[in-house]
C-alpha cells in the first residue's frame, strides 16, 4: 500500500484476538493460515458471527454451508463479496449476483460454452500455453511459479476463448485486483476496476457487432434472453466481467496450490509422475483441501441455520474452503490423501450457483499440472525465498519460489 | 450380484459433471452439461463399483443407485 493511502479506505482492521467472536477473513493470520482458525470456531458452533463488515456469520459445517448455500429464499446472491461498505447494487454481474427466478435463463446461456466436450476442444490451446510459459524459465534452474506459470495460464485460456489479445492478460490482472482484493476495503479501487474493465469490453462488444466470430463474446450477442429477445449489452457485459472475475485468481490459486502442495510433497509428485492416471483423482483433492473460493450471501429474512439464528440485515461469509474440511464430512479432513475415493467436496459451490467454469477450471488444473511435472519433475520451494498468499475471498499463493533443474 | 439400476435426479443434478468423468459408459450430459443415464440407466456386468464411484463423488447426491 502506497505511504499516503486514498482518503477512501476504511481504517485498517484491528487485529483479531477472539476468532469466534469477532472473526475477519481479511486478518492476515487468517491469510497465511486459516485452517486451525476454522477447526476453532467449528468446535465453537456450527455458525459464527462477527461484528465487522456491518454484521457478517460464517456457517463453519459442510451441512450448515449446504443448508445456506440451497436456500435461495432467505440467502440472497445480490452481494457476493463480504465487504467493510455495502453500497447500492450497481455493477451486477449475472447469474452470480442473481436470485430465482432471474437465475435460471441467465445461467443457461453460459453453460453451453463450458461443457467438458468444450472444453475438450480447448484443450490443446492449453497445453501449448503452458509449454509456451515453461519455456521461458525452465532453463533459469528457479522461478517464481506463481508470477510467471499459474497466474498466466487462466488469463490467457480465458482470452482465447473469448477472441481478444492473450497479451491483454496483464489488464485483467491490475482489474482483479482492484475488484477482489483492493475492493473490499475501497469503493473507489472496486469502481476503477469496473470501469475500467467495462469500458474494455464495451469496444470489444461494438466490434463483434460489426464482425460476428466464434468467439464467445460473440456467442454471447447471439445468445437469446428468456422471451426469445437478445440479450442487452448491459446483461452481456455483466456476465463478461463475472468470467473475468471468476474465473482467472480462482484458477490461477487452484493450480498454485497444487503446484505448492506438490513442491513440499516429493511421495505424492513420484507418484503421480509414476501413476499419471491418478491425476484427476489429486485434482479433486486439492480442490478439497485447498479450495481457493468463499463465496457470500446476504440474510433477507430471518431463518436458523443448523439450529442458530441468523436475523436480516447481516452478511454471510459462505466457506466453501472450511466445509470441505470438515471431519464430519471428510475422514482425514486435514490430510491430503491424493487417491481419496470418496470426495463430494464443494469447491465449486453447492445448489443453483454450481461454478459455471467448473469444466474450465478442472481442464486447466490437469493440464497445468500434467505439463509441469513432465517438464519438471523435481522441485522444490526456495527456501530464500517466501510464499505469500492473497487475502480475502479468493485464497492462493500471490508469490510461489521454487527450485528445480541444476537447484533441485 | 444382483443387477444395478441407476438414476439421475433432474431436479438435484446441478452439472458437475463428476460421474461423466469418473463413468462416461453409465452417463451422457445434455447441452447445458446436466447428466443423464445413459439408456434405462441398466448399469452392464462389470461397471457396478463405477456405478458406486459415481454416487459417492456427486456433490448434490443426485444419483440414485438400487439393486433390482
Keep these: ?408 | 450380484m444382483s443387477k444395478l439400476k441407476i438414476r439421475v435426479d433432474q431436479d438435484k443434478c446441478q452439472g458437475h459433471a463428476r460421474c461423466k468423468s469418473l463413468a462416461p459408459e453409465l452417463f451422457e450430459l445434455d447441452e447445458y452439461g446436466n447428466a443423464h443415464e445413459v439408456g434405462d440407466g441398466t448399469v452392464p456386468a462389470g461397471l457396478e463399483d463405477k456405478a458406486w464411484l459415481a454416487q459417492t463423488n456427486c456433490p448434490e447426491i443426485a444419483i440414485e443407485v438400487t439393486e433390482e
Design chain 1, 1 to 408: 500500500m502506497s505511504d499516503s493511502p486514498s482518503a477512501s479506505y476504511l481504517p485498517e482492521h484491528p487485529p483479531v484476538t477472539d476468532w469466534v467472536h469477532d472473526f475477519d477473513h481479511t486478518d492476515p493470520v487468517w491469510t497465511d493460515d486459516p485452517f486451525p482458525i476454522w477447526e476453532t470456531l467449528r468446535a465453537a458452533s456450527p455458525v459464527v458471527h462477527t461484528e465487522r463488515f456491518l454484521g457478517c456469520y460464517m456457517p463453519t459445517t459442510y451441512q450448515a454451508v449446504k443448508e445456506i448455500a440451497y436456500d435461495t429464499e432467505h440467502f440472497s446472491s445480490r452481494r457476493v463479496i463480504v465487504r467493510d461498505v455495502r453500497p447500492e447494487i450497481s455493477a451486477r454481474a449475472p447469474p452470480i449476483t442473481s436470485d430465482p427466478p432471474e437465475h435460471k435463463p441467465a445461467k443457461q446461456v453460459l453453460l453451453p460454452p463450458f461443457t467438458p466436450d468444450a472444453m475438450t476442444r480447448l484443450e490443446p490451446r492449453v497445453r501449448a500455453i503452458c509449454n509456451e510459459l515453461i519455456d521461458e524459465f525452465i532453463a533459469d534452474g528457479h522461478c517464481d511459479a506463481a508470477a510467471r506459470y499459474t497466474k498466466h495460464i487462466p488469463v490467457r485460456a480465458i482470452a482465447h476463448m473469448l477472441g481478444i489479445p492473450e497479451k491483454d492478460g496483464d489488464l485483467f490482472i491490475k482489474w482483479i485486483h482492484q475488484i477482489l482484493e483492493l475492493g473490499i476495503k475501497s469503493e473507489d479501487e472496486m469502481m476503477n476496476g469496473v470501469r475500467e474493465m467495462t469500458g474494455y469490453f464495451m469496444a470489444h462488444l461494438e466490434q463483434r457487432k460489426l464482425e460476428p466470430g466464434d468467439d464467445l463474446i460473440s456467442q454471447l450477442l447471439r445468445a437469446k434472453g428468456p422471451g426469445g429477445q437478445p440479450l442487452t449489452d448491459e446483461h452481456v457485459l455483466g456476465s463478461l466481467r463475472l468470467l473475468l472475475i471468476a474465473g482467472i485468481d480462482t484458477t490461477w490459486s487452484a493450480i498454485g496450490s497444487s503446484l505448492w502442495h506438490l513442491a513440499r510433497t516429493p511421495a505424492d509428485r513420484e507418484r503421480l509422475i509414476a501413476e499419471p492416471a491418478l491425476i484427476p483423482t489429486a485434482i479433486e483433492e486439492f480442490l478439497r483441501a485447498y479450495s481457493p473460493v468463499t463465496m457470500a450471501r446476504e440474510v433477507m429474512k430471518e431463518t436458523s441455520i443448523s439450529g442458530c439464528p441468523v436475523k436480516a440485515g447481516n452478511m454471510v461469509l459462505l466457506s466453501f474452503p472450511a466445509a470441505n474440511r470438515d471431519p464430519a464430512m471428510f475422514p482425514d479432513a486435514d490430510k491430503v490423501v491424493i487417491d481419496r475415493k470418496e470426495n463430494r467436496h464443494a469447491a465449486f459451490g453447492l445448489g443453483i450457483h454450481r461454478c459455471v467454469g467448473s469444466n474450465l477450471a478442472r481442464m486447466e488444473m490437469q493440464v497445468a499440472i500434467e505439463e509441469w511435472l513432465k517438464r519438471i519433475p523435481d522441485f522444490r520451494l526456495d527456501p530464500a525465498g517466501k510464499v505469500t498468499w492473497s487475502e480475502g475471498t479468493v485464497r492462493g499463493p500471490r508469490q510461489l519460489p521454487v527450485l528445480f533443474g541444476k537447484n533441485a
